[in-house]
């Protein structure tokens, strides 16, 4: 049974069902405990939880990755499971964590393989294809990379050249394996901005982090998960809170509420980890 989240109309259509999906490593490992979850257009939807929650493993099954032992997943209404790998990558672009490659790739290269889903099997990509692929450099302040090889960028500039290659796949739904981890603070500002942009003109996003605050200041929704199960599903207001944020990570968190200078003042609700006293002497 899925969890209850924000009201449907708000939302726009299904992208992502994700039915009683249960999957598990035939040596133990990470694994997902009949989750069910739909994630809709226009969201962008935050995945928290501890290392080892199973948040990967649940994006490696939506991806077609891993072949879940129970349950089912459909992406824009089709089981992923009648779909090519071709016609999947046509529906959902994916970000991993970290991609390294053996091959002297520049960064242009590897932003327009985004373009591999619409290019027959001997196929070069075109002129308009590289145009695509500088254009979403540029858009991420990285088109100054575009002639130097992948394999000499820094984690933050390989992040941003991967998140290119997603939004040249222009796939309707979005998948993020924690895409500002290796970021500094100014690029992980701008990927946030980027991804708020793509929710609002149609896109599903789901991504994944360790920053609760994300979930807080960029998402539609949030949804929380630990031992491989789902514990929580909603608003971002109503589920990421002192008291579940605590529980989930084991820590004392606080959410607390500011507002932004300025005229209107807006209110900001951040999360705070409470620092353990230091022992008497």
Do not use: W
Not at 50 to 74: D, V, Y
Request: hydrophobic content about 40%; overall charge neutral.
């Amino acid at each position: 049974m899925a969890l209850t989240g924000p009201e449907e109309a708000s939302r726009g259509g299904t992208a992502i069902s994700i039915d009683g999906l249960s999957f598990a490593y035939p040596r133990g490992g990470h694994r997902v405990a009949e989750v069910s979850v739909s994630i809709h257009e226009h969201e962008v939807c935050v995945l928290l939880g501890p290392n080892g929650a199973g948040k990967t493993t649940l994006l490696r099954c939506l991806l077609g990755l891993l072949t879940p032992h129970r349950g089912q997943i459909q992406v824009l209404g089709t089981d992923i499971a009648e779909l090519s790998a071709r016609q999947l990558a046509r529906r959902v672009a994916y970000v991993p964590q970290i991609t390294t490659t053996p091959f002297p790739f520049t960064a242009l290269d590897i932003a327009v393989m985004g373009r591999t889903p619409y290019l027959a099997a001997t196929a070069a990509p075109t002129a308009a294809d590289r145009r695509t692929a500088t254009a979403q450099l540029d858009r991420l302040g990285i088109a100054h990379l575009a002639q130097r090889p992948f394999s000499l960028l820094s984690g933050g500039e390989r992040q941003l050249t991967l998140l290119a290659r997603a939004l040249v796949q222009q796939a309707p739904v979005l998948v993020l394996d924690e895409p500002t981890a290796a970021l500094d603070y100014g690029n992980e500002v701008r990927i946030l901005g980027v991804i708020t942009e793509l929710a609002r003109a149609g896109h599903c996003v789901l991504m994944t982090t360790h920053q609760p605050a994300h979930a807080l200041t960029h998402a539609s929704r949030a949804v929380l998960m630990r031992g491989g199960r789902l514990v929580a599903d909603g608003r971002p207001e109503d589920v990421v809170t002192s008291d579940s944020l605590s529980d989930l990570y084991g820590v004392g968190i606080h959410v607390a509420q500011v507002n932004l200078p300025g005229e209107n003042g807006l209110p900001v609700r951040t999360c705070i980890p409470i620092p353990s006293r230091p022992s008497p002497r």
